[in-house]
């Protein structure tokens, strides 16, 4: 069995470590001292991002792995667990420093989501049986997230929702790829019916 993170760029890792630190230094200073410190921040779990437009879930050639962004997303984590989810991008084939989503408690919050999400993969019967790759499945129009296990070989996908999801969507167990993407379709009509422009 195997769930593992996939190596990422070394420009990658190298933008989002330089620029982690720089935040939370930065953060410390304007905090006075009154935030315990964090240099005891690691970044785990890299993972490409996948981006969807709602008129591509309709496409009966539905194909996940054609759209990597070049974006890659790190959890940043203090004493193992989740505080933050950090992210590069490279619109011009350069890494750079993207963006940095802190957990902020008793909110939406994706990095504890995905913390929480990769355990649950690593613990389930079906995904215990065969080797998955890390990625990220987002769809903005559907202010959508979910971690997606990419089976390495043949085989069934598996995705697992980041809540907070659409009611009509499954989160916080994995579901099979074609099973989950079918309940985002009514969803993309929907959405495209009221003209949203974010569509693609």
């Known amino acids: 069995m195997a769930v593992d993170a996939p190596i990422p760029p070394a420009e990658s890792l190298e933008a989002v470590s330089v620029a982690t630190r720089a935040l939370w ?23 490409p991002v996948y981006v969807f437009g ?37 619109p011009a084939g350069v890494h750079r420093f993207a963006q940095l989503n802190e957990s902020v408690p008793g909110s939406a919050d994706l990095p504890l989501e995905t913390e929480r999400a990769i355990r649950l993969a690593e613990a389930d019967h079906d995904i215990r049986a065969g080797n998955f790759s890390l990625a990220l499945f987002r769809v903005p129009a559907l202010y959508l997230a979910a971690l997606w296990l990419r089976r390495v070989g043949e085989g069934v996908d598996f995705l697992i929702g980041l809540a907070p999801t659409p009611h009509e969507v499954a989160s916080g167990r994995p579901v099979d790829a074609s099973t989950f993407v079918a309940s985002l379709r009514p969803l993309a009509e929907r959405r495209l019916r009221e003209g949203d422009h974010r569509s693609n």
């Open 54 to 90: 709602l008129k591509a879930l309709l496409e009966p050639s539905f194909d996940p792995g054609a759209t990597e962004t070049g974006t890659w997303r790190y959890l940043v984590q203090d004493r193992g667990r989740a505080i933050a989810a950090v992210e590069s991008a490279s």
């Open 25 to 47: 230094s930065r953060r410390r200073e304007m905090l006075g001292g009154a935030r315990r410190s964090r240099d005891g921040l690691t970044l785990a779990a890299p993972h």
